[in-house]
């Protein structure tokens, strides 16, 4: 049902759609949507919806009017509306100046019961390297409490903060995460965060309870691996740690840097998943 909503998210998605796909009653379907993703469809979809058009006003790829009818509200008023209670902002005021909000991300179902199980590998994938720079750099993070990765980190912050990131205009178009150093790392807070990478000289809205760090120029080698099934993603993130792991910088004429962050990207099956480390030159 998840999947098909998000190939016909603007459409007409009735419930009776969404029970064919289900292939269970229309009652019966309400009823695991609304017990699997703790909201209803029609909320489901709605905050969706929004979230969409909140990207592409932000981004300056839409007329508010269009916004509305395309992502399936019957009027302005009722698109103004509902975008003002999901984001405390009226689309207009948004449009002309971002501000960050929190975005819904539809986390996948299917892939809970994935968590921390990672497979044994059959084969060796590829794995590509490249040498990347990047510049001087704000980074607006949310701390955790003592979380050493994601999933911890998400117990402890709630997976909330994302949808915030994804809000935020970043250096490198996304959001990142990142294992911070000793020196980044405040008492009685984690070494993984998740933040957005900003210009050295910003100086916009930062959210409640996030903060700024400053990083300095620095080299970081990119590992990316084959592009993989979704429901594949803790193979595909052990895979390129495993490689990272066994990778001697050396002859290429590096060292490892480990007074810059570590950076892991958000794991997407279409590209590969991507864990980038600093490095200086020997």
Known sequence: MQDYIEAHLGENITLAGLAKQSNFSPWYSYRLFRE???LTPACYIRRLRLARSAMQLRNGDIRIIDAAFEHGFGSVDGFTRAFFREFGVNPGEYAAAPVPVTLFVPYGVKFRSLRKEVNTMSSTKNIFIQVIKKPERKVIIKRGVSAGDYFSYCDEVGCDVWGTLLSMDS???EPVCMWLPDSYITPGTSRYVQGVEVPADHSGAIPEGFEVITLPEAEYMMFRGEPFREEDYCDAIAEVQQAMEKYDPTPAGYAWD??????????????GYIELR?????
């Open 36 to 38: 699997y993703t703790g």
């Open 171 to 173: 250096l490198s178009g």
């Open 258 to 271: 480990d007074s810059n962050p570590a950076i892991q990207l958000e794991p997407r099956g279409e590209r």
């Open 278 to 282: 600093a490095v200086k030159r020997r």
